[in-house]
T-cell receptor, first 116, second 114 residues
Framework: AQTVTQSQPEMSVQEAETVTLSCTYD???????LFWYKQPPSRQMILVIR??????QNATENRFSVNFQKAAKSFSLKISDSQLGDTAMYFC?????????????FGKGTHLIIQP | DTEVTQTPKHLVMGMTNKKSLKCEQH?????MYWYKQKAKKPPELMFV???????INESVPSRFSPECPNSSLLNLHLHALQPEDSALYLC?????????????FGPGTRLTVT
């Protein structure tokens, strides 16, 4: 069975700082995707960034980037120049094994607080 | 357009009531999902529909009954719920079910069972 581990239940940084959220996972798949989702307080869960495992280049989306280490099964999210609007729960997720119909496997989440 | 809509936003119901949650997407996605989420916890999968057929039912109690009338619409019928069923119910969709596709989430219905 797949597992996703986020070891930081909560993090707090000052506005404009850079913060890195960690995620490790286990899967039997060789080609797969990895996702980071953001869920602000009482707001919608949105996809922040996606990484394709067969691509060596780390994905970037504006201030968000990942450090993907396939051999170590590590997929951390770096947020540069953090903003108050980045305050949210962040979930690392991996799609189902075997290409079957199933839900995402989520980590337990990291509650990120950006302080003014 | 990557929008998944859900109605109602909030719902308060008694343990003897019958209510329904609605989810809609117009992205042409062929997989739709119901998740249950407690505060500061990850979503937990309840049901998966792939091409309008129920393919996953995660041992959810029968007081939750899903329905997929067409490829754009997903309902969750609720009956005789318990207070512990109070949670945020999230609908999601993806292009197809499977490992390559990200899921897009709706804003959720916050359900309170009294």
């Amino acid at each position: 069975a797949q597992t996703v581990t986020q070891s930081q239940p909560e993090m707090s940084v000052q506005e404009a700082e850079t913060v890195t959220l960690s995620c490790t996972y286990d899967t039997s798949e060789n080609n797969y995707y990895l996702f980071w989702y953001k869920q602000p307080p009482s707001r919608q869960m949105i996809l922040v960034i996606r990484q394709e495992a067969y691509k060596q280049q780390n994905a970037t989306e504006n201030r968000f980037s990942v450090n993907f280490q396939k051999a170590a099964k590590s997929f951390s999210l770096k947020i540069s120049d953090s903003q108050l609007g980045d305050t949210a729960m962040y979930f690392c997720a991996i799609p189902p094994e075997g290409g079957g119909a199933d839900g995402l496997t989520f980590g337990k989440g990291t509650h990120l607080i950006i302080q003014p | 357009d990557t929008e998944v809509t859900q109605t109602p936003k909030h719902l308060v119901m008694g343990m003897t009531n019958k209510k329904s949650l609605k989810c809609e997407q117009h992205m042409g996605h062929r997989a739709m999902y119901w998740y249950k989420q407690k505060a500061k916890k990850p979503p937990e999968l309840m049901f998966v529909y792939s091409y309008e057929k129920l393919s996953i039912n995660e041992s959810v109690p029968s007081r939750f009954s899903p329905e997929c009338p067409n490829s754009s619409l997903l309902n969750l019928h609720l009956h005789a719920l318990q207070p512990e069923d109070s949670a945020l119910y999230l609908c999601a969709s993806s292009h197809q079910a499977g490992a390559k596709y990200e899921q897009y989430f709706g804003p959720g219905t916050r359900l309170t069972v009294t």
